[in-house]
């Protein structure tokens, strides 16, 4: 499996599936908060700010490789709001729902 940085590019002879994780900004930091270094001193502003940077530099990277917009929902087969959710709580979920969705597509074949 490849994720992100261009996966659905280098993937597109196999006719992937594209998903689009995103969350708001207090879940994002709050994740940020819990997962990283303890040394790390950010403010919000801060940690705000750098995050929005990284997203600016995700949307312009994956717009040169596919000419395709970011985030923009009909670039992707499912898109999924993670927001006040743990992300392993809905792993079970997304993998019956994206083996189904791959049986489906060989029964088209």
Not at 79 to 93: G, R, V
Request: hydrophobic content about 30%; aromatic content about 10%; glycine content about 6%.
């Amino acid at each position: 499996m490849i994720v992100g940085r261009g996966a659905n590019l280098i993937l597109k002879d196999y006719q992937p599936m594209n998903l689009f994780i995103y969350a708001d900004m207090a879940s994002k930091m709050r994740r940020c908060r819990e997962k990283g270094s303890k040394e790390e001193k950010l403010t919000d502003k801060e940690m705000e700010n750098q995050m929005k940077q990284i997203d600016k530099q995700r949307k312009k990277y994956h717009e040169i490789l596919s000419g395709f917009e970011w985030g923009k929902k009909e670039n992707y087969h499912l898109c999924i709001n993670t927001s006040d959710l743990e992300i392993k709580t809905i792993i079970p979920s997304l993998g019956a729902y994206i083996r189904n969705w791959f049986e489906r597509r060989e029964k088209q074949k």
